[in-house]
């Protein structure tokens, strides 16, 4: 990977646009963040990788990834579905540590807040954050809820989904108080 693209790499990372990174053996599986979210893989040996982006391999996806691992920001993860779908691999990891989990999600709804012109995947990333909450409250997480919420609700402001999210959060946060 040549130093202008790891340069890219780095500052990815120190943005924060790592959702999370796999290890299983000498490969890692990650989630980035960058137009849209990128899934990347890359063998460690030899930083061969690939990517969902336009390039398909040696991005700036990649190299944030790479740079994630040096820094320590991975999950080891020995089963061997992890190689066939680190999302599931990660899923399960974020029931174990619900905080990590939140967090990792309420990123991710920010971000795809913006990006996302049906509302669908925010509505599903919103749900999920909610079980989250149930696993492990956070009067934080529901506040950042509630604000996503209130763009989400100025974006699509004739969704019939908006008010059932906002019935779920009301619900949510009560079971937990």
Known sequence: MDEKILKKGR???REGRVLWVVKRGNMLF???LGTYPYYVELEIENWE???????GSDCKHAAATRVAFEEGF???IGEEYA??????AIELYFIKN???GLETILKELEYVLNSDESGSEVARLFRKA?????LSPDKKAYSMLEKILEEYEALFPDYQLTEI???ELIHARQKAL
């Open 98 to 100: 619900p905080e990590f």
């Open 165 to 167: 999210l906002k019935k």
């Open 11 to 13: 500052r990815y990372f």
């Open 74 to 76: 991975y999950i080891e």
């Open 30 to 32: 990650s989630k980035v």
């Open 130 to 134: 909610l079980k989250l909450l149930e």
């Open 83 to 88: 190689g066939f779908s680190p999302e599931c």
């Open 49 to 55: 990788n690939r990517c969902t982006c336009p390039l």
